[in-house]
C-alpha cells in the first residue's frame, strides 16, 4: 500500500510576482495608518532603495494601488493617498461591467440586479423618506413628465428620478450604486425608449412609484417598481428582437 501522504492532491502554491509584494507592503502601510489620506508616498526611488526592487516593479505596484483607489498617481511627481470613496470603489468595475454588458447574458444578469436593487431602495424610500425628500422627487417626476417630448432631457430626468430614490435610502454606497448601474444600463434605456409609448409607460410607472413612497406604502413601493424595470427590459428585448431578428 503506498504511502498515504503522497496520494494526498498536491496543491499549487501561486508564486506572487515582485510588483505584487511591493503593492502588499505599501497597502500594509496606508491600511495601519503609516500613510493617511492625503499623505504623499516616498519617491519611486527612494521605495526602490527601501524594498531593493527596480523602477519597473515600483510603478507596477504603484499602478496597482491606483486601480484599488488606494493611490492616486500624477505624472512626474510623487504618489499621494487617496480617501476610498463609493464612488472610486463603483469606477473601478466600471470596465469589467461594460465587459460583461456586450454579451447578452451579461445584459440580462445587469437588468436583473438592478431590479432586485431598485425594489429594495424603493422599500427603503416608503419607509425612511422626509418630506423634504418627497418634494424633491416629485419635482424629479415633474421635470420627467415635462421633458416627455425631448429624448434627451427626458432620458436626463428618468434618471434624476430614481437618483432621488437611491438618496433616500442614505447610504452614499446604494446612491453610488445606483449611478454606476444607471451608466452601466444606458444603452439599455436608449435602446427601450425606440419602443412605441415607452417614454408615457415610463411616468405613468414613476408616478405610481412615486404616489406609493408618499403614501409610506413599502409593500407598493416595490411591486410599482418591479413592474416599471420589468416593463423596461421587455421592451429593451422586443426592440433588439426587431432590430437585429435576435432577442436571446
Request: no cysteine; aromatic share 6%.
Amino acid at each position: 500500500m503506498g504511502d498515504p501522504a503522497s496520494e494526498q492532491p498536491r496543491r499549487t502554491i501561486k508564486r506572487r510576482k515582485l510588483y505584487e509584494e511591493v503593492a502588499a507592503e505599501l497597502e500594509a502601510m496606508i491600511l495601519s495608518g503609516e500613510y493617511a489620506p492625503g499623505d504623499q508616498l516616498p519617491s519611486e526611488r527612494k521605495i526602490m532603495e527601501e524594498f531593493g526592487v527596480g523602477r519597473p516593479a515600483v510603478r507596477e505596484a504603484l499602478f496597482a494601488l491606483q486601480k484599488m483607489g488606494l493611490v492616486s498617481v500624477q505624472s512626474g511627481g510623487p504618489a499621494r493617498v487617496t480617501k476610498p470613496t463609493p464612488h472610486i470603489l463603483i469606477n473601478e468595475l466600471s470596465g469589467a461591467a461594460r465587459l460583461l454588458l456586450t454579451d447578452p447574458e451579461g445584459v440580462r444578469t445587469f437588468q436583473d440586479a438592478r431590479l432586485l436593487f431598485e425594489m429594495a431602495l424603493a422599500r427603503r424610500a416608503a419607509e425612511q423618506a422626509t418630506e423634504e425628500e418627497l418634494q424633491s422627487l416629485k419635482a424629479s417626476l415633474d421635470a420627467n413628465r415635462k421633458a416627455i417630448d425631448d429624448p434627451k432631457e427626458f432620458a436626463r430626468t428618468d434618471v434624476a428620478f430614481h437618483y432621488g430614490i437611491s438618496v433616500m435610502a442614505r447610504n452614499p454606497i446604494f446612491s453610488a450604486l445606483n449611478e454606476g448601474l444607471s451608466e452601466w444600463l444606458s444603452e439599455q434605456r436608449h435602446i427601450s425608449m425606440r419602443s412605441p409609448g415607452s417614454a408615457k409607460a415610463a411616468v405613468r410607472a414613476h408616478t405610481r412609484i412615486y404616489k406609493a413612497i408618499a403614501a409610506r406604502d413599502p409593500d407598493q413601493a416595490e411591486r410599482a417598481m418591479r413592474t416599471h424595470l420589468e416593463e423596461v427590459a421587455r421592451r429593451y428585448w422586443e426592440v433588439v428582437a426587431s432590430e437585429t431578428g435576435n432577442g436571446r
